[in-house]
């Protein structure tokens, strides 16, 4: 009875697989179908687990299929345009205009699928009509949103608020960023103007008259402290005689040779200057480089899609940069060494010391009132045993660091018990020193990393 059983289970399942698997392959597979009414997508994925969900898979090649039909017949000339404009390559830039186009797409359809024993097919079509009757309706939407913000931009450009004037232009690329392959032609204070272009060459003027000084002239200052004064820039639009001071302009600062720490993002007071602070320089280098440029992308908000980005960053933003001459921090060491015969005077962990901290970049004073850091050690070496000829010795270290200009005490540790062994007292002593400098030198880095924190 339960062979039976299993026997009909098994023709059930074979049977079912035949309905499966078993189905002719049809035409539309091997040939793509063309149809004058309809963009036409046809996707396909191997049935492999490994490579994810094979239907999903397959719709999202068919639907990449269909956007591309749908953006093969954009203009050459609009596509070389954007080229130009955001600085990418013609074919990065065609596939930014598909995924537009990609992730727009509504009202498709499925027409038919087919199912084989290890790949999965299957066919999408969009009405034409329907699909221009519904872009007609987003565009238009989408160029009264850009025109919108633009007629500001002119508004404020005229009244001499040349800041706001620029940002508006800028957002006004938001609302059309999905039809940048489109010629975008709309009427504007009696002329029919191509909107994307229009704002484009805005931008583009506003930033020419831009000029960024800077008014800190000669900079000093010391690395792993903060600066005493901030930069300033000064923003300017040059159109006529005298130049009009620009507020609230949007300025980006960053260390482009160097580092530090400081206030990156920051705009134009009412008479056109911003301060930017640095809180501290953190990099020994002695000559460091801030710079200073008008921030576009501050107007664009989070929502922008790649191919606005780069537009608004191929933009030649007026910049100024600021020289910063950095001297090291100046330390005073009280450094005791005492050995364990009399006789004996050199320093052997105090030379490793300095040396290790001039390639930070420090320099020494004999002044404890003119030092930013002050250093103490005190190492001392004791005898030890000795075994069969081998005679050890012990060192015992404390080392500190000060903060002169906050009191603070910002490394202070003991190390005991560090060991020398060689032929004699004096030499296994001299062999411990060595050892208590290798150490100096392995906790150093993290001291530095304190001072300038």
């Known amino acids: ?126 009405d034409k009509d329907a699909y221009k009757t519904a872009k007609e309706q987003k565009l238009n939407k989408a160029t009264g949103l850009s025109l919108d913000l633009f007629s500001k931009g002119k508004q404020s450009e005229k009244a001499g608020d040349i800041a706001n004037a620029l940002i508006f232009y800028i957002q006004a690329l938001n609302p059309i960023q999905d039809y940048l392959g489109e010629p975008l032609q709309v009427d504007f204070e009696g002329s029919r103007i191509y909107l994307m272009n229009t704002i484009y060459t805005s931008v583009q003027s506003l930033l020419s008259n831009i000029e960024l000084t800077n008014e800190s002239g000669k900079v000093e200052g010391k690395s792993g402290q903060s600066l005493k004064m901030p930069l300033v820039v000064a923003a300017n639009y ?54 200073s440029e008008v921030d576009l992308g501050a107007a664009l908000g989070s929502g922008a899609s790649v191919l606005v980005k780069s537009i608004v960053d191929n933009f030649t933003t007026p910049s100024v940069k600021f020289v910063l001459n950095i001297s090291g921090l100046m330390a005073y060491m009280e450094v005791k060494e005492t050995h364990i015969s009399a006789n004996e005077s050199i320093l052997y962990i105090e030379p490793k010391l300095k040396n290790a901290l001039t390639d930070y970049g420090f320099t020494f004073t004999n002044d404890p009132a003119a030092a930013d850091v002050m ?62 400098a290798k150490k100096v030198e392995e906790i150093l880095p993290g001291v530095i990393q304190k001072l300038q924190k």
């Open 1 to 126: 009875m339960m062979k039976n059983f299993y026997s009909i289970i098994l023709i059930i399942v074979i049977f079912t697989a035949g309905l499966v698997f078993g189905q002719k392959k049809p035409s539309w597979v091997d040939n793509r179908p063309v149809n004058p009414l309809y963009y036409i997508g046809i996707g396909s994925a191997q049935k492999d687990p490994a490579l994810g969900d094979f239907r999903k898979i397959a719709k999202d090649e068919a639907l990449r299929d269909l956007a591309s039909e749908i953006t093969v017949n954009i203009s050459s000339e609009f596509i070389h345009t954007i080229v130009e404009q955001s600085g990418m390559v013609e074919e990065d830039v065609r596939k930014q205009v598909r995924s537009s186009t990609e992730a727009s797409l509504e009202g498709y359809e499925l027409v038919d699928n087919w199912e084989g024993e290890t790949e999965y097919w299957v066919y999408y079509r969009l």
């Open 238 to 291: 040059k159109v006529g005689a005298t130049p009009v001071p620009v507020k609230n302009l949007p300025l980006h600062f960053e260390f482009i040779k160097g580092e530090g720490k400081l206030l990156s993002k920051l705009n134009t007071d009412g008479m056109g200057t911003a301060r930017c602070t640095v809180s501290k320089i953190t990099a020994i280098d002695k000559m460091q480089m801030v710079k």
């Open 375 to 436: 250093i103490t050690l005190e190492a001392k070496a004791r005898k030890g045993t000795e075994m069969q000829g081998l005679f050890v010795a012990w060192v015992d270290m404390n080392l500190s660091f000060m903060d002169m200009s906050s009191g603070d005490e910002i490394y202070k540790n003991s190390f005991p018990d560090i060991k020398g062994i060689n032929l004699d007292y004096d030499k296994a002593a001299v062999k411990a020193f060595e050892e208590a």
